[in-house]
């Protein structure tokens, strides 16, 4: 489970661009979008269930769905803990 920050992580709903200094950001910013892109993929790929959350995400929702998540693996034995999708909540 991730929880990414709306700024440092691109929120496409709160995230802002930085006016100071505005090239390093962009840079760093989108090298964060890719680094999260490329993390996801690999764990994926390596059978980890993944759940990505905002941080400004309801708590209560998000614990909900991890709930839920783990409540399913648990209860399909035959199959691996780590072969759920992917979850994006935004």
């Not at 496409?12 to 100071?20: G, N, S």
């Not at 708590?59 to 909900?64: G, H, V």
């Amino acid at each position: 489970m991730f929880v990414d920050g709306w700024f440092w992580h691109g929120c496409p709903v709160h995230a802002t661009w930085p006016v100071a200094n505005r090239d390093w950001w962009r840079t760093k910013l989108e090298s964060n979008r890719r680094r999260n892109l490329n993390t996801t993929q690999t764990l994926s790929t390596a059978g980890w269930a993944i759940m990505r959350f905002w941080e400004h995400d309801s708590r209560s929702e998000s614990a909900m769905q991890i709930e839920a998540i783990v409540r399913a693996r648990v209860g399909n034995k035959s199959s691996p803990i780590t072969s759920t999708p992917n979850h994006r909540i935004q």
